[in-house]
């Protein structure tokens, strides 16, 4: 007998498992064009306490970049800019020829820039005040 949960019922194993169904859908299909999604990541500790890192995979000679993060109290000091640097430099040692990700902040959006990313598309209230920015950055030569 079928039962469907709403709302504040779906619990957070329900949420999980419609998340990776979603995902290992999309990597099988994916397979079959060639694809071979390899997660990447560089963190950075202070004193063995996370202070910061970025996530994100590689598939198709392309840099996915997930998530980018630095505690608020060590914002401002570069280390953004150098995970940035590092798991770029570590996609390309894996192929990848350019690097793609996505952020709805506008500053946020303008500083990629500021580091070698070119904006390629921006939906206008994508969501509530922010637009969405997707932006790319080559990691080699032509």
Same mark, same amino acid.
């Given at each position: 007998?079928? &039962?469907?949960?709403? =709302?504040? $019922?779906?619990?957070?194993?329900?949420? @999980?498992?419609? /998340?990776? #169904?979603?995902?290992?859908?999309?990597? +099988?299909?994916? /397979?079959?064009?060639? !694809? =071979?999604?390899?997660?990447?990541?560089?963190?950075?500790?202070? $004193?063995?306490?996370?202070?910061? !890192?970025?996530?994100?995979?590689?598939?198709?000679? /392309?840099?996915?970049?997930?998530?980018?993060?630095?505690? %608020?109290?060590? *914002? *401002?000091?570069?280390?953004?800019? &150098?995970?940035? $640097?590092?798991?770029?430099?570590?996609?390309? @040692? /894996?192929?990848?020829?350019?690097?793609?990700? +996505?952020?709805?902040? &506008?500053?946020?959006?303008?500083?990629?820039?500021?580091? #070698?990313?070119?904006?390629?598309?921006?939906? %206008? !209230?994508?969501? !509530? %005040?922010?637009? *969405? $920015?997707?932006?790319?950055?080559?990691?080699?030569?032509?």
């Amino acid at each position: 007998m079928q &039962e469907w949960i709403t =709302n504040e $019922h779906v619990d957070t194993n329900i949420l @999980q498992a419609i /998340r990776s #169904g979603v995902i290992d859908t999309g990597r +099988e299909l994916a /397979r079959t064009y060639g !694809g =071979n999604a390899r997660p990447i990541a560089c963190a950075v500790t202070e $004193h063995l306490s996370l202070i910061g !890192g970025i996530t994100g995979r590689t598939e198709f000679n /392309r840099l996915f970049i997930d998530f980018l993060w630095i505690d %608020p109290q060590w *914002r *401002r000091r570069g280390l953004a800019a &150098e995970a940035l $640097h590092r798991i770029e430099a570590l996609a390309a @040692q /894996r192929g990848c020829i350019d690097a793609i990700i +996505e952020t709805l902040d &506008e500053d946020i959006a303008q500083w990629y820039q500021r580091t #070698g990313y070119s904006p390629i598309a921006q939906l %206008p !209230g994508y969501c !509530g %005040p922010w637009s *969405r $920015h997707t932006l790319l950055k080559r990691l080699t030569s032509p």
